[in-house]
């Protein structure tokens, strides 16, 4: 018997992976990414051609092959199911669909291009899907979302690492701010504003719970570094679950399709366990002495649910504080009514943090400029 048809391609291709995993063939969220990526070069105009690249990409044994006919006929053209099959349909707003999708680049519809065309959405959705818990996001809503959020996160990023401090000392006069001070004394200049250097001289610090608790959030989260990370000289974005990864280069790519492909490929721990406290040991360990300084700021997006040692998470927080100039936690359960920080990660990290701050919407996110501008401020 054959499923009900699903809404896209995409999303067709990634039950069939779902499908196929449900009938012992080894498939995870990369040959999914991997299926996608061929169907995208193949098309699906030649039947056999578009089977012949799934089972290039899902298959390496002959007992795997005739396997396989078997799942793509049933599945593709309801042939029917032997009695050692089944169907196992996962609802579409799975974690792991959505990751195999987002991380893929390939959100239900065709991507948005960065910069390109202009939104169909009125006020009033851009509004609604700025306040809306990632988490709850319709699958049929990602598509504006990510195109709302890439355009309003680069233009923040855009005028922080533009922006100037303004300094009292002998530095160059800032002609523009002078005469725009001035105007409400009649127009003297009585002080002067100067110029200062840049903000992005200075370090930001990113490090990005992926565990299984953050799965709903964290994909979105991996977009807000890419979009920081492109417009500032000196960040340093690493991803943690039960260990610490840097990801800093495979995200100065030129397209954010391209770095999310990159990250599909690497065994980062997605959607594992969390030890908060040894990946900030490794971390301090590995690459506090490159990154930590005053000069630091220290970005942790984190619900802080930690599995290891509350005392070990407390002790590299401490060290991090200490040699960084501010400690910022982004939680995205800050966002829920309610919320308690009681967990033992979240409740021993208190202390050292010096802005704890939602993250669990786009409206939330675009609040870090305010943030970064007054730690930025010396």
């Not at 990634?14 to 995208?40: H, I, M, S, W, Y």
Request: hydrophobic share 40%; charged share 25%; glycine share 8%.
């Amino acid at each position: 018997m054959l499923p009900p048809p699903l809404t896209n391609l995409t999303q067709s291709i990634v039950e069939f992976c779902r499908f196929a995993r449900a009938n012992d063939l080894p498939v995870g969220v990369k040959e999914t990414l991997d299926c996608l990526n061929a169907t995208q070069a193949i098309g699906i105009a030649d039947r056999e051609a578009f089977k012949f690249s799934l089972k290039t990409v899902l298959c390496s044994s002959k007992n795997e092959w005739d396997l396989f006919h078997d799942l793509f006929e049933a599945f593709w053209h309801g042939a029917e199911l032997g009695p050692h099959l089944s169907w196992k349909r996962p609802t579409t707003s799975s974690p792991e669909i959505k990751t195999a999708m987002i991380l893929g680049g390939q959100s239900g519809e065709a991507e948005p291009k960065e910069g390109g065309g202009k939104a169909v959405w009125g006020a009033g959705a851009h509004e609604r899907l700025q306040k809306t818990d990632f988490s709850q996001i319709p699958q049929t809503d990602l598509p504006a979302l990510e195109e709302i959020s890439l355009r309003l996160m680069k233009r923040m990023a855009l005028r922080l690492s533009r922006r100037l401090k303004i300094v009292r000392s002998r530095a160059q006069v800032d002609l523009r701010r002078t005469i725009r001070h001035s105007i409400g004394r009649g127009g003297d200049p009585m002080n002067l504003s100067y110029r200062g250097k840049k903000l992005q001289q200075d370090r930001l610090v990113i490090l990005l719970d992926i565990s299984g608790s953050m799965n709903p959030y964290s994909l979105f989260l991996v977009r807000f570094a890419y979009a920081l990370q492109k417009y500032f000289r000196r960040v340093d974005t690493f991803v943690f679950s039960t260990h610490l990864m840097e990801i800093t280069h495979a995200l100065r790519t030129r397209e954010l399709r391209d770095a999310l492909q990159s990250l599909s490929q690497q065994a980062a721990g997605w959607s594992g366990g969390t030890k908060i406290g040894e990946s900030l040991r490794d971390f301090t360990l590995l690459h506090g002495k490159k990154v930590l300084s005053r000069n630091s700021l220290v970005v942790i997006l984190s619900d802080g649910w930690e599995t290891g040692e509350p005392d070990l998470l407390a002790a590299e927080l401490a060290g991090i504080k200490r040699r960084a100039r501010k400690l910022i936690w982004l939680n995205p359960l800050l966002g829920m009514e309610d919320y308690q920080p009681l967990t033992r990660g979240m409740n021993v990290a208190l202390p050292y943090i010096d802005i704890f701050a939602p993250a669990h919407n786009l409206e939330s996110l675009l609040q870090l400029e305010r943030h970064l501008q007054r730690s930025f401020a010396r």
